[in-house]
């Protein structure tokens, strides 16, 4: 008795087809609209760096032209070409108080364990008083007083205390960062949604595992905002504990500039400034887009870029 097999075949059906060329339209669809989109977004990122361009030439070269040759003008204002003649003038033959890189790395130096100091006890102290009502009750009029003190005051304070060094200006520093820190901290715990709280509790999560994975993670929006801002705060606590009393750095080189009606050194000093300020701004974006992956975008890219 001979047995045959028969190979069961597939049919394709109208609908089959029809679903397979729908979905195929929609993948062609969706990939001509990402193109779509990146073309949009680098037509538009030429756009504004163009822009850009244009009006840092219209106010440098305004401001060249209106300067002009007036040596009392120079003298009071300064002009771009002398900043330029200045700054490679210090890069080359040194400043007045040295090679240009000690000042450069004496400023950086302060600025940057003043604010990571600050931002580590800001965040500490923002979700303590944030979790822990008691505190907040308890030092929360202490802080409102020294909060409404004019901080750069204290830099005069601590340069009386500390001495000339790095010390009574990484403490003027702290003192500014810390602030800022704190109370976008204290804010964000505060807003974080009860409900996640509530029911991280019920699922037995301990007091420090919601603090942890729940409002830090919550609070972490508000803490990486305040740090834009602190890392200027950082820069001007450096520069103006300087200005107060110091022996090297830029606010020290401004000051000196300053007393020898060098217009040319003073917009020098503040040019190396904001350079440095424009990388640590990029590197706090580039850190906030890494920790906030799990964030949803609440503005397209090109709403955000500038700020």
């Not at 037509?43 to 040596?71: M, Y």
């Amino acid at each position: 008795m001979t047995m045959t097999t028969t190979k069961p075949t597939t049919t394709t059906t109208p609908q089959t087809a029809t679903a397979t060329t729908r979905a195929a339209v929609a993948a062609a669809d969706e990939a001509a609209g990402v193109r779509a989109y990146q073309i949009r977004q680098r037509n538009h990122r030429i756009r504004v760096h163009i822009t850009q361009a244009i009006v840092l030439v219209v106010i440098i070269g305004g401001w060249e032209l209106g300067i002009g040759a007036d040596p009392q003008k120079i003298i009071l204002y300064g002009h771009p070409s002398g900043i330029v003649n200045q700054l490679v003038t210090w890069a080359t033959q040194g400043t007045a108080l040295g090679p240009l890189w000690v000042q450069v790395v004496t400023t950086i130096e302060e600025a940057l364990i003043g604010f990571v100091i600050g931002t580590v006890l800001g965040i500490v102290c923002g979700i303590a008083l944030g979790r822990i009502h008691f505190l907040a009750e308890v030092f929360g009029p202490f802080i409102k007083v020294l909060n409404s003190i004019p901080r750069i005051v204290l830099g005069s304070v601590f340069v009386l205390a500390l001495g000339l060094g790095i010390e009574s200006k990484i403490l003027l520093v702290i003192v500014l960062v810390f602030f800022g820190v704190f109370f976008n901290a204290f804010q964000g715990v505060r807003e974080v949604d009860r409900n996640l709280i509530a029911n991280a509790a019920i699922l037995g999560a301990s007091r420090w595992q919601v603090t942890r994975q729940v409002v830090l993670p919550s609070a972490f929006t508000w803490i990486i905002a305040s740090l834009h801002v602190s890392f200027g705060f950082a820069l001007i606590g450096a520069i103006v504990g300087e200005f107060l009393g110091g022996q090297q750095g830029l606010g020290q080189l401004i000051r000196e500039s300053q007393g020898t009606f060098n217009a040319n050194g003073v917009w020098a000093g503040m040019v190396i400034i904001g350079v440095f300020a424009l990388i640590a701004e990029f590197g706090i974006g580039r850190l906030e887009r890494r920790l906030l992956r799990w964030r949803p975008p609440q503005l397209n890219s090109s709403e955000t870029a500038g700020l």
